[in-house]
């Protein structure tokens, strides 16, 4: 009853919307669709007229959605060109939820930024280690003679199969972690700033000899930026937040923990523990420094 008497309001309103056009506009719906078919131009009536004029012509009536019951709507009642907003907006209405799959909601949600990232490894993975492409090498990071951007684009570099698969196994995880609470740009931001933060510290740190490659440190990063993100005292009441940082947190706790323990005991071979130790430490104090920024923003925007 009550969808019948809003279908007759939204009638009335596009009949008395003081905007007429020539020409008879037939609406009808397939599958809960609208098209719109326009006939031969025909001269203007008056509205009383109209109505009189429909009452004898059965071909002048617009059919509505399936569901609705069929209502007839006089021949220049129809909105013009110029109100053709209007005409959407009312058409909206109509439209059935149903017909939105839950892939096109989800399409508008969906991570890319992180797959960006894991798929540029791959490349340079296959480039370097099975096409065997030389100019592949200058992307690694020497310490000895390095150059402006290697140590962005050695965190796309990997020496093994085991070494790519570890890291981008942990990227996806955390990549969309840190995506889904700051965006593309801000997993972009976070994976460029910890990968060359890890990378500049250990060129201090390690040895002139030694050439660093993989995306660990940027990773490590991530593990940091993921939590840090979380915690704050809006937050501190919503079970769901305090659910995500517990189960991530632990798992980042250890194993920062673990790296540096090992790191203390002498290290790992072939491994740049100072590297996933620094990035840990740079996903951090990103984190501090963007939230002390944005605090002093609006505490000047309060005092104006």
């Not at 609705?68 to 907006?89: D, G, I």
């Not at 684009?153 to 972690?177: E, P």
């Amino acid at each position: 009853m009550i969808t019948r008497e809003v279908t007759k309001v939204l009638a009335f309103y596009a009949a008395s919307s003081g905007s007429f056009q020539r020409g008879t506009r037939n609406w009808s719906t397939t599958t809960n669709r609208f098209s719109m078919l326009t006939s031969p131009p025909s001269s203007k009536v008056p509205l009383a007229k109209a109505i009189h004029m429909e009452k004898k012509s059965p071909t002048m009536h617009a059919t509505m959605p399936c569901g609705f019951p069929h209502l007839t709507v006089p021949q220049n009642a129809m909105p013009s060109a110029v109100s053709r907003s209007r005409s959407s907006s009312l058409l909206s209405l109509y439209q059935s939820a149903d017909s939105i799959t839950p892939m096109e909601r989800g399409s508008k949600n969906q991570s890319t930024t992180v797959y960006a990232l894991i798929l540029a490894s791959i490349i340079l993975f296959i480039s370097d280690n099975i096409l065997h492409v030389r100019a592949c090498r200058a992307l690694y990071f020497y310490h000895k003679n390095w150059r402006w951007w290697q140590p962005l684009t050695s965190t796309f570099c990997h020496g093994s199969r085991s070494h790519l698969s570890g890291n981008l196994f942990l990227l996806l995880l955390f990549g969309r972690s840190v995506e889904d609470e700051l965006g593309s740009f801000g997993l972009l931001f976070s994976y460029i700033f910890c990968g060359v933060v890890a990378n500049l510290i250990s060129l201090v740190w390690l040895p002139q000899n030694t050439v660093s490659i993989g995306a660990s440190g940027a990773v490590y990063g991530l593990f940091a930026v993921s939590i840090c993100s979380r915690l704050s005292w809006k937050d501190i009441l919503s079970w769901r937040k305090m659910i995500e940082v517990g189960v991530l947190g632990q798992f980042v706790v250890s194993r920062v923990l673990e790296e540096a323990k090992t790191a203390a005991t002498g290290g790992v071979k072939g491994v740049n523990h100072v590297a996933h130790l620094a990035g840990t430490g740079a996903g951090v104090a990103m984190v501090l420094l963007l939230r002390g920024l944005v605090k002093n923003l609006e505490g000047k925007d309060n005092r104006k």
